[in-house]
């Protein structure tokens, strides 16, 4: 930890993202987590599970200025900083760590960390309320049936229970240090760590799922404002700025 | 209710009120008239009757925007419709939200939640209009004045690019 985050914890909590966003004074680090959320929200009307304190539940304000370019540039650092914090904690090291465009941190293909940023403010406030909401699963030993194949914990892969406030502290520290740099306008960095931690920059056979319809190309890096260039079968580059992207398995996307 | 300009935002026009070009639309239908034209005080008006529509153009001679009317037929109806295609004179009045960003425009928090606001809403300062995702960042949009939503230029689920307008509210 570093910036002055002032954590308020609670047991329970429909949302540690909703709470924050209540707090409409609060200031800019204020944390909010908690052992256990009963609607842990994802994106559009997806759902997070996170059951008593078996993860880490934490949304943290941060207040850049409304008139700042790049604000979605916040949602690719926060998984840089999650993939970061557990590559780097507890004696047992955390191996095959992926980031899933845009923020799903991944171990293989298992969604190990969920993010969803929401920004506050646009039209009404000269600073933006930004709430950093990430999911972390820690304790976990399985997951009930929809889940199962596609998430885990860091316990089912290392096989070892990892202190949460340790956590915590490590993940906000790195959290600080990249939101510092994109504060100093450094987004060039940000878009390059992200590539070196994520398999889906450059090269993914991936199908993108938009409200329009689907696609299916190949990645073909991520432009500055943390957009997924895409190179599609028919040949043309398009930028993604909203969609879920999902590994192409062979056989799939012959349409 | 739903928005309706008033007989005021015609009279921008200054020299033909709304009741002088009902009056004068129903005095062409009377007469069966093909067209009608009328200047005054640098102002033209051109009344034409085709087909299944009449039209009802006023023009400034000054270069101020004309004020084209259309009009079903029969012409003589009375209760003339001619609120809902004033344009583009009546939108200038409105107050449009642009979006401060590139990406999705949504109507709602999520696919199943109701909208944030329909047209016709009194929306106060602060109020959420809706959302526009870039990158799974949520983008909450507020109503920078007070007004009542009288336009919504973006259909939910579509793209949208920087200072494009979302809503025009009348304020």
Redo the contacts between chains.
């Keep these: 930890m570093a910036p002055p985050f002032q954590i308020i914890h609670l047991p329970i909590i429909d949302s540690t993202s909703t709470y924050l966003k209540s707090m409409t004074m609060a200031a800019e680090f204020t944390c909010i987590t908690a052992d256990e959320q009963t609607a842990g929200r994802g994106r559009q009307s997806n759902r997070w599970h996170s059951a008593r304190g078996e993860g880490l539940c934490l949304s943290v304000l941060l207040r850049p200025p409304a008139a700042a370019t790049g604000i979605s540039l916040i949602s690719l650092l926060a998984a840089v900083a999650t993939a970061e914090a557990l590559g780097d904690v507890g004696r047992e090291r955390l191996t095959g760590i992926d980031i899933k465009w845009p923020n799903d941190v991944l171990i293989g293909e298992r969604k190990i960390a969920g993010i969803l940023v929401e920004t506050v403010g646009y039209g009404v406030e000269e600073r933006l309320r930004v709430i950093v909401g990430i999911g972390v699963n820690l304790h976990q030993t399985s997951f009930p049936a929809p889940l199962a194949e596609t998430a885990t914990s860091f316990k089912i892969e290392t096989g070892s229970q990892i202190e949460v406030t340790a956590f915590r502290d490590r993940l906000l520290e790195r959290l600080a240090h990249w939101y510092g740099r994109w504060v100093d306008g450094q987004m060039a960095a940000i878009v390059r760590r992200w590539s070196e931690l994520s398999s889906y920059a450059l090269g993914k056979e991936v199908m993108v799922t938009l409200d329009s319809g689907r696609l299916t190309g190949r990645t073909a890096g991520i432009d500055e404002d943390g957009s997924l260039l895409l190179l599609t079968e028919s040949g043309q580059l398009r930028r993604i700025l909203a969609g879920e992207v999902a590994r192409l398995r062979v056989g799939e996307g012959q349409r | 209710m739903p928005e309706r300009p008033t007989g005021r935002e015609v009279e921008r026009s200054e020299h033909l009120s709304l009741g002088e070009i009902k009056e004068l639309i129903e005095l062409v239908a009377e007469k069966q008239f093909n067209e009608f034209e009328l200047e005054r005080g640098g102002f033209r008006l051109r009344l034409q009757r085709g087909g299944q529509r009449a039209t009802v153009e006023v023009q400034a001679a000054t270069g101020v925007q004309p004020v084209s009317v259309v009009v079903p037929a029969p012409v003589s109806a009375p209760e003339l419709p001619v609120s809902s295609n004033v344009q583009p004179t009546a939108d200038e009045k409105l107050h449009v ?1 642009t979006s ?5 425009f949504y109507r709602s928090s ?4 109701e909208p944030f606001v329909r047209i016709g809403d009194m929306v106060e ?2 109020r ?1 209009v809706c959302i526009i ?12 004045v007070t007004g009542t939503i009288a336009k919504i230029f973006i259909e939910n ?3 949208v690019e920087y200072g494009q307008p979302l809503f025009g509210l009348k304020q």
Excluded: D, H, W, Y
Aim: net charge negative.
């Design positions: 939200i401060p960003i590139v990406g999705t999520s696919p199943t939640a300062v602060g959420t995702e870039a990158m799974k960042l949520m983008n909450e949009i507020s109503a920078e689920g579509q793209p």
